[in-house]
């Protein structure tokens, strides 16, 4: 299994930042590659979602389905076509720095099988190698999380301020 970990403070109650995280469909507006996000449910467990992904010359939807929730502190999910992975919205309040009532970290975990994407699952162009691919979404990956952070913060926080957002990859595989 890869792991994929993105983390951020925000300077709001756990509460707020929970809130947002429930309310998926509104990521679309802050994603340059997310087109639209279509929900069947209230983001309890059981809700559905399609979220259609453009880059480049490719398309994906990516199916997936809500598992757990324990508010204001996590929101489970998995995806339930195409690949193995499930992960899951961590939200914890930690001490504010001076001149801040509120600070919240949340981590956006990731969790997938890497056997399981495969070139199958997309129409690539020819000579296009999946490995290519790969390694081309692995920097948008964080080039976009630290722009949909720095939005999410600008509008949930009131004002725009330099976000630092850390990432971390791991691998479990021999």
């Not at 399609?50 to 997936?64: E, N, P």
């Not at 630290?146 to 990859?169: M, N, S, T």
């Amino acid at each position: 299994m890869e792991r994929f970990v993105a983390s951020t403070v925000a300077y709001l109650p756990p509460e707020k930042a929970y809130d947002f995280l429930l309310d998926f469909p509104g990521y679309a507006n802050y994603s340059k590659h997310l087109r639209a996000v279509d929900q069947r449910g209230d983001g309890s467990p059981g809700t559905r979602y399609r979220l259609r992904f453009a880059w480049w010359k490719l398309t994906y939807t990516a199916h997936s389905e809500v598992t757990g929730v324990a508010p204001p502190e996590r929101i489970d999910w998995e995806v339930t076509k195409d690949i193995e992975a499930h992960g899951r919205w961590e939200i914890e309040e930690v001490e504010p720095p001076e001149g801040r009532e509120h600070a919240t970290e949340v981590r956006f975990v990731v969790e997938y099988e890497p056997d399981t994407v495969h070139s199958g699952i997309f129409d690539l162009p020819a000579l296009v190698s999946m490995d290519w691919v790969v390694e081309k979404v692995i920097g948008l990956i964080r080039e976009e999380g630290k722009r949909v952070v720095e939005r999410v913060v600008a509008d949930l926080e009131g004002e725009k301020r330099p976000v630092e957002v850390e990432v971390r990859y791991s691998s479990s595989s021999p």
